[in-house]
Nanobody
């Protein structure tokens, strides 16, 4: 599976962005998907995850009620709608895929495939 993330950019605090992650291959629906981010000088951290059907989602406490993860299996794409953005959301955001997991996982080492990342910058 190859993943291509897009949609990052520069936005003022309080603004919104929508990230997309397009996946290649015909088995996209067998993968749970996750979004992670890494800010300069910090470790990569989990942001949100979604199971194969979209029926189960999981969020980091720092983004709950502000971010929404969703997927369209017909388009092989996962999305992350980010509202009420804060300067601390500034990071490179990555999408990742894990094959047939038992549950949505926040552990980056359990993901099999990674996209190249898209920069999100939130100005104060």
């Amino acid at each position: 599976v190859q993943l291509q993330a897009s949609g990052g950019g520069l936005v003022q605090a309080g603004g919104s962005l929508r990230l997309s992650c397009a996946a290649s291959g015909r088995t996209f629906s067998r993968y749970a998907m996750g979004w992670f981010r890494q800010a300069p000088g910090k470790e990569r951290e989990f942001v949100a995850g979604i199971n194969w059907s979209g029926g189960s989602t999981y969020y980091a406490d720092s983004v709950k009620a502000r971010f929404t993860i969703s997927r369209d299996n017909a388009k092989n794409t996962v999305y992350q709608q980010m509202n009420s953005l804060k300067p601390e959301d500034t990071a490179v955001h990555y999408c990742a895929a894990v094959y047939l997991p038992l549950a949505v996982t926040p552990k980056d080492l359990e993901y099999d495939y990674w996209g190249q990342g898209t920069q999100v910058t939130v100005s104060s």
